[in-house]
Structures are given as C-alpha cells and as structure tokens.
C-alpha cells in the first residue's frame, strides 16, 4: 500500500479492498471451471494482494483483534494454503509434516492466519459461526499435510462439526464441504 492519503486511512477502504478480493476469486473460479488455468492463477494472485492490503488496512484503522481483521486472516490464510505456505497459513510443525528444517516457534505464532483469526473470536458465542468455519478450514488443511498433522485435523473437523450442529441442529452434518461453512457466515465477513 504504497498510495497514501485520507481514503487509504479508513475503514471503508478495507471493506471496499475485501470485496474486491472476493470478486476477484469468484472470477478466478469461474476460469478453473472452464479450464482457463492461466485466468485462475492471475486472479488469484489479484484477489491474494487484495486481501493482504485489506488485512493490513483493517490492522492500521481498527487495530490487531478486531473481528474483521479476523475475517481476513481467514482470507489470506486461504490463499496462503493454495500457495502451499503452510507455515503461513498456520502454525505446523514442518519436520514431521514437510520434511524441512525447522523454524523456531516464535516466528508462525504472529504470522499464522488461521491460530489468529481463532484467538481474535475466542470463545465469545456470537463468533460461533466463523470459528466453526475457520476450524473446518484449519482442520481440512492439515488433514491435508498427512502425518501426524492429519490426526490434529480431524480433531479440528470433529470441533467445527460440533459447533455447525449447534447453529444448524436439522442440518445433515455427513458430507459438509468447505462451502457449507461459507455459508455459515453472512456474506459481509466471507
């Protein structure tokens, strides 16, 4: 965010630079769906920046533990996770996920989006709906990483199906996809 000035100083700004990062990725999966890989990926990379001068616009107005700062940890550890930065997305132990070398904790416990979008919520009961969402999210990541980082997951898939049976008690829990937590949210936070 190299521009300055009094539009750049608000709040608004960073709302209008998250939906723009989301409009950016719809049409980016709109390109997968019709095989346009190229698209995909340049979109992508858009609504990545987008997202990150959100987060770091909402972080300058509304400080470092405001829900909507939040919000966008969520975001960005998305897409951190597409580019496969897993220690950015959240904290893992690389050397029995990954086989790299390992980082000292200090440096992920700022840096990872995930742990902090979850801290940010905590437990107060209006935030059920995000935690439960970025909780599949955390979870379905490092299922994904195998080792012993998948056993941690399920327990993370375990916890937000709790939470999305509790908001949702009707609803069929077996086969809910990342999309069925989206919508967990109102679209303004998503």
Not at 16 to 26: D, P, S, Y
Not at 64 to 71: K, L, P, S, T, W
């Amino acid at each position: 965010m190299a521009n300055s000035g009094p539009l750049l100083t608000r709040f608004r700004t960073g709302r209008i630079l998250h939906g723009l990062g989301n409009v950016k990725a719809a049409r980016a999966e709109a390109a997968r769906a019709k095989g346009d890989m190229t698209t995909y990926q340049e979109l992508m990379e858009e609504s990545n920046k987008l997202h990150k001068d959100s987060l770091a616009q909402l972080e300058s107005t509304l400080g470092g533990y405001h829900h909507r700062v939040a919000d966008l940890c969520h975001k960005v550890a998305g897409h951190c996770i597409l580019r496969e930065e897993h220690e950015l997305a959240q904290y893992v132990d690389l050397p029995t996920v990954k086989g790299r070398l390992q980082q000292t904790r200090s440096l992920h416990l700022g840096r990872s989006y995930l742990d902090r979008a979850l801290r940010i919520w905590g437990t107060r009961s209006w935030y059920k709906n995000q935690v439960a969402r970025t909780s599949f999210l955390k979870g379905t990541h490092l299922l994904s990483l195998g080792g012993e980082a998948a056993s941690e997951g399920k327990r993370w898939i375990e916890q937000a199906a709790a939470l999305r049976k509790e908001i949702l008690p009707n609803c069929d829990m077996s086969k809910a996809s990342e999309k069925d937590y989206d919508e967990l949210v109102v679209f303004w936070s998503r």
